[in-house]
């Protein structure tokens, strides 16, 4: 059996939002997978039959401050949910909720891998080849040092082993030009180690072929992660605005991945934007289940 | 009379793609322009009538090094454009040859403006409210500090008031958020700078507003704004390979663009990227020469 935990109080729109994504996932999860609830007793009785929910007293607002939520909400629905993974109750967790408090929820209850010292966000990208790219980290390390571009490579590779299924991934780093020279200090460096020490390290890559490569595994800090997640959901819009059609397009749609995995951590846990939609809750639960059944070398 | 400056040794495929963008560029320049030409002897009878064409006897090559190469190649097609751009015999200078010698030949050839210590590139990119937005720097301030942003921020309104004829150009800061507190710990200092003292700052702008925002100037490092600047010709790329067609894709193709100007110094620098086809040798002399018709404020 897998058993994907939810957090029903996770996301701006929470719970409403969260329940009607559910009911659009319900339909397409596999036989034998069961839903975790974590939520307040008012929704309790929404809980669909054949799964369970876990009757919890608090909720964390997006406002509060990580580690006090933390702290002083031992029974908010989104620490409940990690508890649970750590205690190998449940086997993945999503929520659409605060992410700096599920960042630190699963970094003390969950522990980081061995050789991790920083958690990362993943972030998946169509290519026009039909494969995917994996970026991280896509917003958590804004001041990467370039030694953790060492543990990018690590994560980066391992996910793209367990979820593209790709042996050998190739993996790069998003630079501003394709010599070794370029880039800023810390980039100039981080290709340095890189090449010392990480298999299949391809080189630098410039964001004028992010579409059209050949590469598994891209990795940058997570500033510049963010900015290219989300200028590619600006193109996104862009492209629905002008009434432009292609399947591809719909690729490009954060809604259709509905989150991002946090790696680094000793338990399988996904983040949802807060603003997540039904759709992209949908895919949140469906992405949690997926990754429920991957097989990770490292956690 | 406006007298434009063109490099025809620069680009990768100099002379003979600077000679088809020029031959482009001819029926639409403006009656009372004059083109003054920075060629070898072999090129010299290719000179169109009614303009100039200046003998040098050297070229700077893509692999050398910028610093030696002023010193040693002071007959080179590009010093000898700034050096008349310096003394006031053209009233603009455009290149698609070596930018890092065109850069350090700007500076110490031209030299800085007041309160500017580090020249910036700016890259005008499409809104799809029919504006444009001025994106710096580009490329050159890949370890940008706070204070630099200052810079960019005099720089960019400048610009915007001469180039996009805004009275007060709608300033912003590019960040992982619209919060105060995102960003990485330069960005976060420089929202502080930028809170205190420039007149038009509207605060952090995200990526995905990318084209659907009405801010003038947008102010980033240069390393990120490369990345933008490459992630956009991507979508564009990926927008021609899946056949897309709207006229405002059009407007992505940096081709279209021709050049970014160099700002920031004493003069009227245009640089081209190195590939350029003949379609964006014609725009950079069209921009070559709108550019000098402009009028700044601080050069």
């Known amino acids: 059996?897998?058993?994907?935990?939810?957090?029903?109080?996770?996301?701006?729109?929470?719970?409403?939002?969260?329940w009607q994504g559910l009911e659009l996932a319900l339909p397409e999860l596999k036989a034998g997978t069961e839903l975790n609830l974590y939520?307040?007793?008012?929704?309790?009785?929404?809980?669909?039959?054949?799964?369970?929910?876990?009757?919890c007293s608090q909720a964390i607002e997006m406002g509060e401050h990580p580690v006090k939520a933390l702290q002083q909400k031992q029974d908010a629905t989104l620490i409940r949910g990690v508890v649970d993974l750590a205690q190998k109750k449940i086997d993945s967790f999503a929520s659409a909720g605060h992410s700096g408090a599920l960042m630190v929820a699963s970094m003390q209850i969950l522990g980081l891998q061995e050789g991790i010292n920083r958690p990362v966000v993943v972030s998946l990208f169509p290519r026009i080849d039909g494969g995917q790219i994996a970026v991280l980290d896509v917003g958590l390390n804004v001041d990467a040092q370039a030694e953790q571009?060492?543990?990018?490579?690590?994560?980066g590779a391992s996910y793209a082993k367990a979820v593209l299924a790709k042996r050998e991934p190739k993996i790069a780093l998003l630079n501003t030009g394709a010599e070794e020279s370029k880039g800023s200090v810390v980039y100039k460096r981080a290709h340095e180690l890189l090449k010392e020490s990480v298999e299949g390290f391809s080189g630098n890559m410039e964001a004028r072929d992010f579409f059209q490569s050949d590469v598994d595994v891209l990795l940058c800090d997570g500033f510049t992660g963010n900015i290219i997640l989300k200028?590619?959901?600006?193109?996104?819009?862009?492209?629905?605005?002008?009434?432009?059609k292609h399947e591809f397009l719909n690729r490009l749609d954060y809604e259709n991945y509905g989150a991002s995995p946090i790696r680094g951590v000793r338990g399988k846990v996904f983040l949802a934007h807060g603003p997540s939609g039904p759709r992209a809750i949908k895919n949140m639960i469906l992405g949690a289940e997926s990754i429920a059944l991957a097989n990770f070398v490292h956690s």
Chains 1, 2 share one sequence.
């Open 39 to 55: 939520g307040l007793e008012a929704d309790a009785a929404r809980s669909p039959e054949g799964h369970r929910y876990h009757l």
């Open 149 to 155: 571009f060492l543990e990018f490579a690590q994560l």
């Open 1 to 18: 059996m897998t058993r994907i935990g939810i957090d029903i109080q996770g996301g701006d729109y929470a719970p409403e939002v969260v």
């Open 231 to 244: 200028q590619t959901e600006s193109f996104y819009t862009l492209s629905k605005e002008l009434g432009l």
